[in-house]
């Protein structure tokens, strides 16, 4: 059994798999496309989590849980990531334990190909067992 974290990473890419704009390119993954075939895609990570104590045996988790539409720089960009954004923030409306919490767009000349990204950020508070981080509770 993989780790609560890796379940609900995972819960979030099948609940964001099939969008209009990023289709099946659904990635757990921090790295890049590598092709323009993968673009336009997002991202699924989680990047930090504070915990609270166990109480009985209990620990309350609270995840940020960072969703990132990449696309390629072109004169449609700015569309095209307001577009992602629209369809994750319609479609994470319905996860009645994600926050959303804030929003970042970024733009990229440096690399071989020119890409922006938007980054939509969530909050997720959840429990495991303090002897069992596998077991949502």
């Known amino acids: 059994m993989s780790?609560?974290?890796?379940?609900?990473?995972?819960?979030?890419?099948?609940?964001?798999t099939g969008l209009v704009t990023t289709s099946n390119r659904?990635?757990?993954?921090?790295?890049?496309?590598q092709s323009d075939a993968s673009l336009p895609c997002l991202l699924i990570t989680t990047n930090d989590e504070q915990i609270d104590s166990?109480?009985?045996g209990i620990l309350t988790r609270n995840l940020t849980i960072s969703v990132r539409g990449i696309a390629k720089g072109n004169t449609t960009l700015d569309a095209t990531l307001d577009q992602i954004a629209l369809e994750v923030e319609s479609i994470m409306a319905t996860e009645h334990k994600a926050t959303f919490d804030r929003l970042e767009i970024d733009f990229e000349?440096?690399?071989?190909?020119t890409t922006g990204s938007i980054t939509l950020h969530y909050q997720f508070q959840y429990f495991t067992a303090a002897d069992n981080p596998a077991d949502l509770l």
Request: aromatic letters at 4%; a positive charge; proline letters at 3%.
């Open 109 to 113: 000349d440096g690399l071989e190909k």
């Open 26 to 33: 659904v990635f757990q993954s921090r790295m890049r496309p």
């Open 54 to 56: 166990s109480v009985d």
């Open 3 to 16: 780790h609560a974290r890796s379940q609900i990473r995972a819960g979030i890419v099948a609940l964001l």
